[in-house]
């Protein structure tokens, strides 16, 4: 039972690349959530999901697209990325008593 | 707008004394309020939440709907206890809002 998995768990990438991370959870979840974690900032939501096949924007979600073909999986893609893009990539899960179980985290710079 | 704040960014105690993380919220309806913490190297996890009512490792937290607050405290602050801390809001929906987060260290 590993719970909520991110992969990768680091990456650079350069202005302009683009990149996929991936969130995994075996926990049968309903909801799933992409934040980054930023000092000074928090956590800020930047996609989530209520279920397969939909997905709603949060707080920050310029520069993100999400898409959740399959329950288990919840896809976060930076198109073209950008140095303001460098934070922690933090991927949660939420079943019915809304508590959030978290991933380990991407740490992501762009250079 | 869902809105959590935490007016320190760190905050340091001795061993044995008093500890009070504070947050505040505002949301027009009823919210549901939690506290997370990030031990270091360690993902985010649940400390407690207001509707049940526990005590978790020794700190409590009370929802103030008046003064919009949910503090946590401990009577007794560990050298363990030193972690960050994020109170968080739950709304309309399955939308969360997390506040910037209290670097709590607990010196020797």
């Known amino acids: 039972n590993a719970g909520v998995t991110q992969t990768p768990k680091f990456r650079v990438l350069k202005t302009g690349q683009s990149m996929t991370l991936l969130c995994a959870q075996d926990?049968?979840?309903?909801?799933m959530y992409w934040y980054r974690q930023d000092p000074g900032m928090g956590l800020r939501l930047i996609h989530y999901?209520?279920?397969?096949?939909?997905?709603a924007k949060g707080e920050v979600p310029d520069g993100y697209n999400v898409s959740r073909l399959k329950k288990q999986n919840f896809l976060l893609g930076l198109e073209s990325a950008a140095p303001s893009q460098t934070s922690v990539y933090f991927c949660?899960?939420?079943?019915?008593?809304?508590?959030?179980?978290f991933g380990p985290g991407t740490r992501l710079t762009v250079t | 707008a869902q809105r959590v704040t935490q007016p320190e960014k760190l905050l340091s105690v001795f061993k044995g004394a008093p500890v009070e993380l504070k947050c505040n919220y505002s949301?027009?309806?009823?919210?549901?309020l939690f506290w997370y913490v990030q031990y270091s190297r360690q993902r985010l996890q649940l400390l407690l939440r207001?509707?049940s009512r526990e005590s978790i490792k020794g700190f409590t937290a009370d929802l103030n709907k008046g003064e919009t607050s949910f503090h946590l405290k401990k009577p007794f602050a560990q050298e363990e206890d030193s972690a960050m801390y994020y109170c968080?809001?739950?709304?309309?929906?399955?939308?969360?809002?997390f506040g910037p987060g209290t670097r709590l260290s607990v010196l020797p």
């Open positions: 968080a809001s739950r709304g309309y929906g399955q939308n969360f809002v």
């Open positions: 999901s209520v279920g397969e096949g939909t997905t």
């Open positions: 926990m049968n979840h309903e909801y």
């Open positions: 207001h509707i």
């Open positions: 949301y027009s309806g009823s919210p549901e």
């Open positions: 949660a899960t939420t079943g019915s008593s809304y508590e959030q179980y």
